[in-house]
């Protein structure tokens, strides 16, 4: 998917929410443990009732792996279910890759070519030619951990390397990447008083902001701090809606939820353009 149709998508569901599918067979309903496949059966209701209220959908790939041979093909099922009945969803595979270019090249052949993810998270620090090789796929989105939500943050994103934050490096490098229009950055809901000085780097690029819901950051400051003129933002909620009901009534209760926050962005989006 382009930059253009995700701007495009935000704009007509008044819309920036992604809702991170983190699928737990320890915190879905019971009923589902009987069927054949219990993540995908989630998943499935889950995007069913709430597609309407947001632009994109996480699938954070611990959540599967962590069930081996089966949740990597419930993965596979869930992207695939998405890609035939809702193409205009932008998908995120938050597996938080990156390794020398020969390796990172496969990542992104997994990532991009096999299961057909729009994005996926990248860990930086390996630097350029980690980067570089998620980057040469046109039309895919490479997002980059710029500043992270979790407390573990201040151990080295913050510190200053030769005189800068170690996280503003990382945005100013990686600028200057082959294909970096094909960049999007992670920046923690949690750090949002942050996005001031991110925006003075990256004015314009899609941040992905996780955090919100279940880590406590403000929707109400990451819009003040962050939205562009092209809203600039998708702002990720996992265990606040998915697990809105762990009863039958699940999937009704992810999407009330997913409703309230879609309309607390129609509010932001009519503010910060009026
Ligand atoms: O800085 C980061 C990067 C990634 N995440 C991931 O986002 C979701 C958040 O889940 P919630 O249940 O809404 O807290 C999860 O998959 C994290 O691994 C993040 O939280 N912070």
Redesign the pocket.
């Known amino acids: 998917m382009t930059t253009e149709e995700l701007v495009q998508q935000i704009h007509n569901k008044q819309s920036f929410l992604c809702i991170?599918l983190?699928t737990d067979l320890t915190k879905i309903p019971n009923h589902l443990l009987g069927e054949e496949d219990p993540i995908f059966a989630f998943n499935k209701a889950i995007i069913d009732s709430t597609h309407s209220f947001c632009v994109a959908y996480?699938p954070?790939t611990?959540f599967y792996e962590a069930y081996g041979i089966k949740g990597w093909r419930a993965m596979e099922k869930t992207i695939a279910y998405l890609n035939s009945n809702y193409p205009d969803i932008f998908t995120i595979a938050?597996a938080?890759r990156g390794d020398i270019g020969n390796t990172s090249k496969r990542y992104a052949q997994a990532f991009f070519e096999d299961l057909g993810f729009d994005s996926v998270?990248i860990v930086p620090y390996m630097g350029r030619d980690s980067v570089e090789p998620f980057l040469n796929f046109s039309e895919k989105h490479t997002i980059l951990?710029a500043l992270?939500?979790?407390a573990g943050?201040y151990d080295f994103q913050t510190k200053k390397v030769e005189g800068k934050e170690l996280y503003k490096q990382v945005l100013e490098t990686s600028k200057t990447y082959a294909n970096s229009q094909n960049l999007m950055y992670?920046v923690?809901a949690t750090k949002a008083t942050y996005l001031e000085e991110i925006r003075k780097i990256v004015p314009e690029s899609f941040l992905l902001v996780?955090?919100?819901?279940?880590?406590g950051g403000s929707l109400e400051e990451v819009c003040k701090y962050g939205m562009t003129s092209n809203i600039g933002l998708l702002v990720?909620?996992?265990?606040?809606i998915i697990y809105a009901s762990a009863k039958s009534d699940f999937a009704k209760a992810a999407a009330e939820k997913a409703r309230e926050i879609q309309q607390q962005m129609a509010t932001e989006i009519k503010r910060f353009k009026a």
């Open positions: 991170g983190d996480k954070n611990a938050d938080k998270t951990l992270t939500s979790n943050a992670v923690g996780p955090g919100v819901g279940a880590q990720n909620s996992s265990r606040g």
